[in-house]
């Protein structure tokens, strides 16, 4: 007997020692021209006529097929990673809405009150207005203008209200940075 495997995809035949040297198709995968090698013992291995081999061998298949079940969920498996993957690499980015800019728009006039009581001179005293009456005007490139006023005392105890404005943007990290401006009224 002569055990030999396909080149193509792997599987394991026996013939008789008589087809050494001949060429064949595989019948599993086809197309792979197999080229019958050196004779061993094949213990265990039975012989089985399979026709799809040109030169007619009989033919031994070592192993189990697998069955239609296991074809059927190596499909299924399939068919899913390749949908998967194509839906992440056809996704079109979604659009800010409403809320979002509006979230946006009150995260930058937060940014900007902070930015203000860095340069009071007595900001445990300061006073903003709520957030939602802030004039926030969008800039430059993502960043945004923020218009108001704030109350605070001077260095003399006086409550004052200055106006101000500041521009305010997201930085790489996350952070968000401004620098204001004063009224000088």
């Known amino acids: 007997m002569i055990v030999f495997s396909c080149n193509g995809c792997g599987r394991e035949f026996a013939v008789a020692d008589e087809y050494h040297g001949r060429k064949g198709r595989c019948p599993k995968c086809g197309e792979t021209v197999v080229e019958i090698g050196r004779s061993m013992d094949a213990p265990g291995i039975e012989v089985a006529k399979v026709p799809a081999l040109k030169s007619g061998a009989p033919v031994a298949i070592k192993g189990k097929a697998v ?3 296991g074809w ?3 499909i299924v498996v399939e068919i899913v990673v390749v949908y998967t993957v194509f839906s992440v690499l056809t996704a079109t ?3 800010p809405t409403a809320e979002d800019q509006h979230g946006t728009q009150r995260d930058a006039a937060a940014a900007a009150q902070l930015s203000v009581t860095q340069f ?12 939602g009456t802030m004039t926030v ?3 430059n490139n993502g960043s945004f203008l923020v218009r108001s006023y704030c109350d605070s ?3 003399f105890g006086a409550m004052l209200r200055t106006g101000w404005e500041c521009v305010v943007w997201r930085r790489t990290d996350g952070n968000w940075e401004g620098y204001p401006s004063f009224d000088k009224d």
Do not use: D, H
């Open 153 to 155: 005392q001077n260095a």
């Open 137 to 139: 005007t969008p800039y």
């Open 120 to 131: 009071l001179r007595c900001p445990s005293t300061a006073k903003f207005p709520p957030l």
């Open 93 to 95: 980015p979604k659009e």
């Open 72 to 74: 059927f969920w190596i």
């Open 67 to 69: 069955s239609f079940v």
